[in-house]
């Protein structure tokens, strides 16, 4: 497979607190990567580098064998780094279209004028729902929606503006057991309609492990393993991330 974006020797300190240490990362094209870990392992500012929003201290990125530096989220955006918060991407008091092309609105001439090609996007929003199985009303309000029909809208936005790589930050908390899995189901139907990579951060093995190519395990700041499924187990990993008597969610 295609590398999309590979990490060197990252490090990151705030203050005296050393965040990440020498990890070395790679994720390729149609591959989805379980990032695990406890809390302070070092998953979000790992995923906070890759989006623009922290600049490591040493290391070294590249994106498809460029080396790279991302100065802001913006600027990871549009060399096509997309995140999905839980529904954090989302602004209420406005109509799944709106949410869907915000940033990214649509336009047509109408005489001298610019003005916003409603029609077209209410299209499009419609569409790409429909194609990852949440069939909506585009003119809906998206706090009319149920959690994992609000998580849909932000995945549909990253599979139709062709985002390299989809980062997932902590996708099924707070989802039912049923949203959980349509939205794994909905995160493998864009992983076969696409040649992105995804990375998955949770702190639940069991969610992340069905779907996930490899799995990688942060603690401390450090990466101590890495494996594609085929080589290991859940109970392994939720054993060394625990450390003791594990019980699996």
Known sequence: MREIIRAEKLTKRFENVVALKDVDFTAHEREIIGLVGDNGAGKSTLLNILVGLFLQDEGKLYLEGKETHFSSPADARNQGIEIVYQFGNLVEGLNIYKNFFMGREMKKRVGFFNVLDKGKMKQISGDVLQEIGIPQDPEKMIEALSGGQMQAVVLGRALHFGTKILLLDEPTRNLSLKEVHRSLTRIETIREKTSMSIIFVTHNVRHVFYIADRIVLL??????????????????????IAKETVHLH
């Open 219 to 240: 603690e401390r700041g450090e990466k101590i393993f890495d494996k594609k499924k085929k080589d290991t187990t859940i109970e392994e990993i939720a054993q060394m």
